[in-house]
């Protein structure tokens, strides 16, 4: 019984990553998801249309503005994602919980995530 606890337990967050913001997109970049191999990632973004994040929290952002997903090898080859969601549950000023949904051609994707914020290089010109 308590070995099955503590498994469910890491399986409850076993999204790992970065994001960054750029103009009115954040991308979130997963690393470590279940089912990946070494060196792949998942890469979800979101239009948040100048609004910060912690504005809508815990309502699916696909609902009301753009969700894309992208799933990228070590070499740079991404496949686009038929479906993608994401749901933001907390902010604070340097990281971000929450649940995405991304389906692959079949495959599905789905958890709990924990990101920290990565400034981006170079840095984002927005006009």
């Not at 089912?35 to 696909?62: D, F, K």
């Not at 000023?93 to 400034?119: C, I």
Request: charged share 20%; net charge neutral; proline share 2%.
């Amino acid at each position: 019984m308590i070995l099955l606890a503590s498994s469910a337990t890491i399986l409850a967050a076993d999204t790992k990553g970065w994001y960054d913001i750029c103009c009115d997109s954040t991308e979130f970049h997963f690393t470590q998801f279940p089912g990946y191999a070494a060196g792949e990632e998942l890469r979800v973004r979101i239009s948040t249309h100048n609004l910060p994040l912690g504005e809508v929290l815990n309502t699916w952002w696909g609902t009301h503005w753009t969700v894309t997903g992208r799933r990228c090898d070590h070499a740079g080859n991404c496949k686009d994602a038929t479906k993608a969601d994401l749901q933001v549950q907390r902010v604070t000023k340097h990281h971000v919980w929450g649940r995405y949904v991304a389906d692959f051609n079949g495959q599905h994707l789905e958890g709990q995530f924990t990101v920290k914020y990565r400034q981006r290089r170079p840095l984002c010109i927005c006009e």
